[in-house]
Each structure stands twice: as C-alpha cells, then as structure tokens.
C-alpha cells in the first residue's frame, strides 16, 4: 500500500470533524487488507459508536478479534448507520457482520445471545482462513 495514502488517512481519522473520520473510515473499509488493519484498530477508538462499529465490521472480516465486542456492543444501539439511505439500524449492520464472518454451526441461536456466547466462546474461537469465517474449536 501507499506510505502517502497511508499518512493521509491517519491523519484524517484524527481529524475534529466526524465528517473528515468518516470518510477516512470508509475509505478504510473498502480497501481493507493487512496493511489497513493497523488504521482499523485506530479507527474502533472513534468517539463516534456508528463508526467504531463501521471500523469493526471490517476488521471481523480480517479475523481481527478485537472487533466482537464493538459489534456485540453495537446490536443494542438505536443509531443508524451515518449517511445509510434508507436509514439501516446500526444493530442491523452489526447482526450481518456478525453472521457474516461466524461460520453458522458456531453461532448462537438468538439475536439477543451474542454477549452471552461471547463470554462464554471467545476462548475457543478460530479464524480459519480457508473459510474466511471464525470457527470454534
């Protein structure tokens, strides 16, 4: 990845203005790999929860633990995703990032169970990189 570009969005994610954060995030998110994932992690530390979530979603997908409890934290918001039209409930996008990236057999049963099986799973959760999905083992 480009040093500049990356420069250039760290900056901005320190940016006062949520808007600046915002499109860092976005940007961020659509190009996610490796080399992004040090910008993620800075990027879940936003002020803005919407945006720690957006951060989160792809961070999951990079089999970056750490972003369960900011999309767990997420499912109870009432917030909708900034600049989402129609408006999508920021709980909405997190139940799909979760389900996305947790291979079904590995889930829990309810919506409302994540925290729980959090608790009680995060020890014998695996990336499996051949699945793109976490797995318990």
Known sequence: SDPNAFSAIKV???????QIRFA???LLIHIAGEAETALLLEAVKDPV??????????????????AFPILIDALMSDDNLPYSDPP???RAFSQQ??????AEESRPTGAD?????????QERLMWSDSLKRYVLH
Do not use: Q
């Not at 919407?50 to 633990?65: D, Q, S, V, Y």
């Open 12 to 18: 901005r994610l320190g940016s006062t203005n949520p």
């Open 24 to 26: 860092a995030i976005y």
């Open 49 to 66: 929860p919407a945006f720690r979530a957006i951060a989160a979603g792809a961070l999951i997908g990079l089999g970056e633990e750490s």
């Open 97 to 102: 990032a979760l389900e996305a990236y947790v």
């Open 113 to 121: 169970d994540w925290a729980d099986w959090w608790a009680t799973h």
């Open 88 to 90: 999508k409930p920021l």
